[in-house]
């Protein structure tokens, strides 16, 4: 209860160890789900399920119930023609990056937009080409079907130009992904996402910005360039260039660095006029409307040899199966790109859907993702994820729900079918160039590095080696690299934890580390050891250790000492060399005495001492006789304090249990608390408990065994400076009812006097003795500061 007019609480209970509570206090028994259970109750299936499963699967039934057409459909319209012409041309552009023809990059920006039309979750991103999946598409496609030479010797190759072989590569390891992304989220397993960490996707993005803007740079310095994949390709490629740099296009450098130049200034105005301009300035659109016409009108490819967009057919292509040959050669490079492109997709989701206040289900992204992809790949388009731009495009026009989704790939439609043809003078510099400019978000992320060093150096080295295995070993062993980095870092941390010995706060119940903290008090003879993380077989050794460091003995030690000393003590009793005393043991002998060793029973002195045959038991901290020394022990109990532990393997259990008894047959006593409920229970059906080591060990908060403590061994608190740090407060109550009632038996109060004079009497004659008695007066009780 809280005292009027302060903020303190005051809290009147028995010391609880773990034992005596559950016996006071009844726990709810809650039956345990098997497996069985589990799989019955997950194929059990009745009306309500179907149609919940029904409304998950097509998330645009629960979104269409609500949508409002007076007030966001003219915002969807605007967004979705936006939108839609950012796709145009980024689907252009980024088709690029996969070695492909840049017609089909208008596929990817319609085919699997439509499908999360149907299944997505987010009302607000864009789908379609993503710079990065675009790149690991590329990569397998150059690998496959490289520049020069022959193509791998694949079956169903044969009769096809080298465009359609890449373009069966591309559909071929989209339709892989989409099979695995649509397989994770049958199987409910979304959380795969959750170990990619926002450090390690930072790290892996800018990679991947660094390798797009390489492979722009052909275009942009009008070379030719051979596609180059697997380890060190960046090198290599930076080679190539470097040689042939003497070969560069005047005129496409020039493009470039205009179109460059005055995008990069337009969007830098979008962003900071952004709360005053109705809808962004399309300047892609536009810069590349006005190059286009430039380049028909001056026929820039004649008269400077530049190379352009060329021919783009009218109309989508048929559909076709997927090459199963290419599904056995590109299996270990569809993984990541399934992760990637949902990982970015959802992440980005997940920030659209907190700012708008809705739910998303990453399950049924797969889902999405998964269906779109296999869609999508048998109409030749290639892995869809989200591009950031274009997604944050169609968020700030307006966009309400994934009807500007539907309308941009309209836009797009229209392009395709009727308006293509106007693209084909567009030179590929403004492609790589609008490209390159894009990548400025995510190349900035390098400023992350110092935040990152300064806060949390594990993730500085996680970012960095993210980055730098994906720049050096493609992007596909670099995620491996640094997804390895990262969970290295975790197990380190768990592994090799910050064990800290805790202390008093005087005059309170709460125990911090006490070298973080001067006005602490510790008691004589008690350690309080706190371990932060799981124990488990990598650091149950790191634990012990640190145990040991903590109370300054290595148990085991001590104990086969005593053992060796008690095996001397018996001889000499035996030989008459040493007689038993009043004032103790007598040593009769004149000369030195050896202490034997005899290797043939080691083994027993690992056991608990015993003093059964001895005429007394030993002081094993008074000086012993004949000059036999074993280290002293000071400590008489040990907290260890368990809340940060959440679970307990079987080697640490094993590993625990004989450190425990080491403690234990060292006559220290030992005292857990705070440990998980969960654990206990895994300790009683382990068989943990024994003679030696026993449940009552265990106290339910660190207070209530350091109370016990004191109560066991009250030479502890014989001063009355000791009371004054190790404070309890209780609250005394009369039993059927409040201290006073409102009758008038107020403080002050004749009634109120002699009860306070009547509780007063019985604190102090109680057995236990109380000091630093203080009464202060409350509405409904009388305090006692003990």
């Known amino acids: 209860m809280m005292r009027p007019g302060a903020k303190q609480y005051v809290v009147a209970r028995p010391i609880y160890s773990e034992e005596s509570f559950s016996e006071e206090h009844e726990k709810v028994y809650r039956p345990r789900k098997t497996i069985l259970n589990h799989l019955e109750q997950f194929f059990t299936c009745d009306a309500r399920r179907a149609k919940n499963a029904a409304l998950s699967l097509l998330p645009i039934i629960g979104w269409m119930k609500i949508y409002r057409v007076k007030e966001w459909l003219l915002s969807d319209i605007v967004s979705g023609v936006s939108t839609g ?43 379609g080409p993503f710079p990065v999946l675009c790149l690991m598409i590329g990569s397998v496609v150059t690998r496959l079907v490289p520049d020069e030479g022959p193509p791998l010797n694949i079956t169903g190759f044969e009769g096809l130009t080298r465009d359609e072989q890449r373009v069966l590569v591309a559909s071929s390891v989209t339709f892989l992904a989409g099979l695995m992304q649509l397989a994770m989220g049958v199987l409910q397993v979304g959380f795969v996402v959750m170990y990619l960490s926002d450090t390690l996707v930072s790290g892996f993005t800018t990679a991947a910005a660094i390798h797009i803007l390489v492979s ?12 180059i994949s697997g380890p060190l390709s960046i090198i290599y490629t930076l080679e190539i260039i470097f040689n042939k740099i003497t070969s560069t296009n005047v005129c496409d450098v020039v493009i470039s660095l205009v179109i460059m130049v005055v995008v990069f ?20 659109v536009i810069m590349t409307v006005i190059a286009c016409g430039l380049s028909y009108g001056f026929d820039f490819k004649t008269k400077y040899g530049i190379d352009v967009v060329g021919y783009i057919p009218k109309g989508y292509e048929p559909p076709m199966a997927p090459n199963l040959h290419i599904f056995q050669e590109s299996a270990v490079e569809a993984f990541p790109m399934a992760i990637v492109g949902f990982a970015v997709a959802f992440s980005v989701a997940k920030v659209y859907s907190v ?33 950031l731009s274009r997604s944050a495009v169609q968020e700030s026009t307006g966009g309400k729900t994934q009807v500007a989704g539907l309308l941009s790939a309209l836009i797009v439609m229209i392009v395709t079918l009727a308006i293509g043809f106007l693209l084909d003078p567009l030179p590929k510099s403004v492609l790589g160039a609008v490209v390159i400019v894009n990548l400025k978000g995510m190349l900035m992320q390098v400023r992350e590095i110092p935040y990152l060093w300064r806060r949390d150096k594990p993730d500085c080295v996680v970012w ?19 997804l390895g980095v990262e969970l290295l870092s975790v197990v380190l941390r768990v592994q090799f934890p910050r064990c800290s010995v805790l202390a008093n706060i005087k005059e309170t119940d709460i125990y911090k580390d006490r070298k973080d903290y001067i006005d602490i008090y510790e008691p004589e003879g008690v350690k309080i050891f706190r371990i932060p993380s799981p124990i488990f077989f990598a650091n149950i050794e790191f634990f012990r250790n640190k145990l040991v460091e903590a109370v300054g003995f290595n148990p085991l030690r001590v104990l086969r000492k005593r053992n060796k ?33 005899d290797e043939s029973s080691m083994e027993e002195l690992d056991l608990p001492t015993d003093f059964k045959d001895l005429p007394a038991r030993i002081n094993w901290n008074a000086d012993l006789p004949a000059n036999i020394y ?8 040990l907290i260890l304090d368990f809340a940060g532990v959440s679970f307990l393997d079987i080697s640490a259990l094993k590993g625990l249990k004989n450190l425990l008894k080491e403690l234990i047959r060292v006559e220290v006593d030992i005292y857990i608390v705070a440990c998980d409920v969960y654990i206990l229970e895994k300790l009683h059906e382990c068989c943990f408990f024994d003679d030696e080591v026993q449940p009552t060990m265990f106290f339910l908060t660190l207070h209530d065994a350091m109370l016990h403590i004191l109560t066991k061994h009250p030479e502890m608190t014989q001063m009355k400076s000791d009371y004054e740090k190790i404070t309890t407060t209780v609250t005394v109550h009369y039993p059927g009812g409040s201290l006073w009632s409102r009758d008038g038996n107020k403080p002050g109060s004749n009634v109120w006097i002699r009860r306070r004079r009547l509780l007063e009497e019985n604190i102090k004659t109680t057995k236990d003795v109380f000091v630093h008695l203080t009464i202060k007066q409350g509405l409904n009780s009388i305090y006692y500061t003990l």
């Open 216 to 227: 722009q740079l052909k275009f942009v310095l009008g070379l030719q360039v051979p596609g």
């Open 265 to 284: 200034v337009v969007k830098e105005i979008n962003d900071r006029f952004k709360s005053k301009l109705p809808v962004p300035i399309p300047i892609e």
């Open 565 to 597: 000393a008690l095996r001397v003590i018996r001889k000499l009793l035996k030989k008459g060399d040493l007689q038993w005393t009043s004032t103790g043991f007598l040593n009769t002998s004149c000369g030195p005495i050896k202490e034997s060793e």
């Open 630 to 637: 074993v280290p002293r022990v000071d400590l008489h109990s």
């Open 355 to 387: 700012k708008h206040d809705y739910t998303i289900d990453g399950n049924q992204e797969l889902i999405a993702f998964g269906v779109s992809n296999i869609f999508g790949a048998s109409f030749k388009s290639f892995a869809a994820s989200t591009a």
């Open 464 to 482: 960095i080696g993210t980055c730098v295995a994906a720049i050096l070993l493609g992007l596909d062993l670099g995620l491996a690299v640094g």
């Open 85 to 127: 012409l950012v796709a145009v041309l980024q689907g252009l552009a980024y088709c690029l990056l996969a070695s492909l023809p840049p017609w089909y990059g208008l596929f990817s920006a319609f085919f699997p937009v439509i499908i999360y039309f149907f299944l997505g979750t987010s009302r607000h991103i864009s789908v």
